[in-house]
């Protein structure tokens, strides 16, 4: 779209700083830069009307690792340093998340998480039990709580399911409540926020386009996590979409806390006396890494299937659908870095934006000079 002379006077042309993305990582970067540098000029370009591609599509879980997530984690050639640097990454994050916007502005509810494991699991439970003693020890070094893991009962509504271990510390949150709250504090902050414009770059160049309108940027940070690829394609960040279901009002199914299942590819909660289920995704790697919207029929009918066999939910009751787009990466590793004189990046949050968002931002704010 080409600005008129007029908007064009409105739209800034020169800034100390640019942030692409207004999601969680972009806003908090914008503020924690504000914190640093009170004088600058700091301008969020946000390409969608809201924070469209993860943070305000999201489950809202508060969560920092299920037990079987983290030994999955092991598994799969991470180390116990590694593993517990992550969780303590998220978990200080979700601290930070609180404190910064205030527990009743996200909705925050500390209800716990329960990770489930079904009947063809027996094994994998076993395998996680045995590193509960450890994962507590460590942990509680981080969170002061001396059982962070324990093994709970499967709630009675559920069907399907031999073994549960529950999570203390974890909650749920509202994100569009918690991306409201973040653009006040940006705005109390005096940064502009410009949405429905999506920027394009050059490397190396401290040049921003948006629409026809050039914007000279001293620093730039790109905070654009699963839409990074077609920006800066040598990250490799790749996009993996989402799909979360809505059902209707069920107020019948009780499930006091969130729940993982599948080492956390699938998820569930209640909201206002709905189930919401996500995930899936790994059973449909091959179409799910994209970053098209678009919500693929196969893995819908896999959650359909889901919802039928553990709560025995008709297809009928789900009355809403969304996707969003994660990025990912050869790593759980954040992306937080310096790419070159003018370029920092704060990307590859995976499944766990909630959680690290904040504190990604505020890393990528002291990357800035
Ligand atoms: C369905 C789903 C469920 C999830 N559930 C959870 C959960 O329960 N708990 C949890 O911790 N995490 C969850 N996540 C992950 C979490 O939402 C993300 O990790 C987090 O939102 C990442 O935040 P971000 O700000 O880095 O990226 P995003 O929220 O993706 O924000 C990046 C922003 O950049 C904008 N953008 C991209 N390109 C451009 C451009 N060229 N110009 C301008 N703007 C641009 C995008 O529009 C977007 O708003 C989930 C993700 C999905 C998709």
Redesign the pocket.
């Known amino acids: 779209m080409n600005f008129s002379y007029w908007e064009r006077q409105f739209i800034t042309d020169r800034a100390d700083l640019i942030i692409?993305?207004?999601?969680?990582?972009?806003?908090s970067a914008a503020y924690h830069t504000r914190l640093l540098h009170p004088e600058w000029k700091i301008v969020v370009?946000?390409?969608?009307p809201i924070?469209?591609?993860?943070?305000?599509?999201?489950?809202?879980?508060?969560?920092f690792g299920s037990a079987g997530e983290l030994v999955d984690d092991l598994a799969s050639g991470m180390s116990m340093n590694e593993v517990l640097t992550l969780a303590e990454k998220r978990y200080k994050g979700l601290l930070l998340l609180r404190k910064t916007l205030g527990e009743s502005n996200l909705d925050y509810f500390p209800c716990g998480g329960t990770e489930l494991f079904d009947f063809s699991q027996k094994n994998e439970f076993k395998t996680v039990c045995h590193y509960l003693e450890e994962l507590n020890n460590s942990l509680m070094l981080i969170t002061g709580e001396d059982f962070t893991y324990k093994t709970t009962d499967v709630p009675g509504c559920l069907t399907g399911y031999e073994n549960a271990i529950s999570n203390s510390l974890e909650g749920k949150l509202n994100?569009g409540k918690m991306i409201q709250a973040w653009r006040k504090l940006c705005q109390e902050n005096n940064i502009e926020i410009y949405c429905g414009?999506?920027?394009?770059i050059q490397e190396g160049s401290k040049n921003v386009l948006f629409g026809n309108h050039l914007i000279h940027s001293n620093q730039i940070a790109v905070?654009?996590?699963?839409?990074?690829n077609?920006?800066i394609p040598k990250l490799k960040v790749m996009p993996a979409?989402?799909?979360?279901l809505l059902t209707d009002k069920l107020p019948t199914i009780d499930l006091p806390s969130t729940y993982h299942h599948d080492k956390g590819y699938i998820?569930f909660r209640k909201i206002d006396d709905r189930i919401l289920i996500?995930g899936g995704r790994n059973k449909f790697m091959n179409t799910e890494s994209t970053s098209k919207f678009k919500v693929n029929e196969q893995l819908k009918g896999y959650l359909l299937e889901y919802l039928k066999n553990h709560f025995q939910v008709e297809k009928e009751s789900v009355s809403q659908e969304w996707?969003?787009?994660?990025?990912v990466g050869n790593s759980k590793k954040v992306l937080i870095k310096r790419l070159d004189e003018t370029t920092v990046t704060?990307?590859r949050?995976?499944?766990?934006?909630?959680?690290?968002?904040t504190l990604?931002g505020k890393e990528v704010s002291e990357l800035l000079r």
């Open positions: 692409i993305g207004g999601g969680i990582t972009g806003l370009l946000e390409k969608f924070s469209t591609a993860a943070s305000t599509r999201n489950a809202g879980f508060a969560c994100p414009a999506e920027a394009k905070c654009t996590n699963g839409l990074t077609s920006m979409r989402n799909l979360v998820y996500g996707t969003g787009i994660m990025g704060g990307v949050l995976g499944g766990m934006g909630i959680a690290i968002g990604v």
